[in-house]
């Protein structure tokens, strides 16, 4: 596809229940980035993938959130035992990957999580 | 870290009116990247600056850094009620492994043009 997509776009979930949300950044872009967005808050950034890498999970809230990106396709993003503060929409980026600053980073539509 | 405080929190002008949004850094700017965020568009790159002094243009939305790279302001000229939406801007920030970058953000701008 032309751009960044994601899926689901929304997402609600029992507290307790886990949740995994998918990727799938531009053909070619070999590093992806996931962030998180809360009402009223900036976004977050949570884990980078650059190529076959080891990711840098720097971001990540806690050890209930987990990624994986195969090869440099398709990510996953899962959360396990789902709280309510985990509520929030998760952007999917992903760019060049040439390891220098100021490359741009193109975004997903977002999937909104809505943890009951 | 860096901090990133965009000003106003939200904005509300009438159609065909002139908007700023400014975006100051706690921090010396390498690269600052203006985002528009519509509901279920996700972001919209905008513009990218690097240069202290650097300005850009797009259609009617003028971007610019200072001298200084501290601080940076969007323009708006004769706004629309297509320029609705979110606006975001962001900064590079070093991560520690595998020498990469991602996004420091700030909390966003939200404009509504009225008719």
């Known amino acids: 596809g032309a751009g960044v997509s994601q899926s689901p776009s929304n997402k609600v979930t029992e507290k307790g229940k886990d949740v995994e949300l998918r990727c799938d950044p531009i053909?070619?872009?070999?590093?992806l980035y996931w962030y998180r967005q809360r009402l009223g808050q900036g976004l977050e950034f949570l884990i980078y993938?650059?190529?076959?890498?080891?990711?840098?999970k720097s971001g990540l809230p806690s050890d209930r959130f987990s990624a994986e990106r195969t090869g440099e396709s398709v990510s996953t993003l899962t959360i396990q035992r789902t709280q309510q503060e985990d509520s929030a929409v998760y952007l999917c980026?992903?760019?060049?990957?040439?390891?220098?600053?100021?490359?741009?980073?193109?975004f997903g539509p977002g999937t909104r999580l809505l943890v009951l | 870290s860096q901090e990133l405080e965009q000003s106003p929190q939200s904005l509300i002008v009438q159609e065909g009116k002139n908007l700023t949004i400014n975006c100051t850094s706690s921090?010396?700017?390498?690269?600052l990247y203006w985002y528009k965020q519509k509901y279920g568009e996700g972001l919209i790159f905008l513009m990218m600056?690097?240069?202290?002094?650097e300005e850009k243009s797009h259609e009617k939305i003028t971007a610019k850094l200072d001298e200084k790279k501290q601080q940076s302001s969007l323009h708006i000229t004769a706004s629309q009620p297509s320029h609705a939406g979110i606006y975001l801007c962001?900064?590079?920030?070093?991560?520690?492994?595998?020498?990469?970058?991602?996004?420091?953000f700030g909390k966003g701008t939200s404009l509504l043009v009225t008719p």
């Open positions: 980026a992903s760019s060049l990957g040439f390891r220098i600053p100021k490359e741009t980073q193109y």
């Open positions: 053909s070619g872009h070999t590093a």
């Open positions: 993938f650059q190529g076959n890498s080891a990711p840098d």
């Open positions: 921090k010396t700017l390498y690269g």
């Open positions: 600056l690097q240069k202290g002094g």
């Open positions: 962001g900064a590079d920030i070093e991560l520690n492994s595998n020498s990469g970058y991602a996004l420091n």
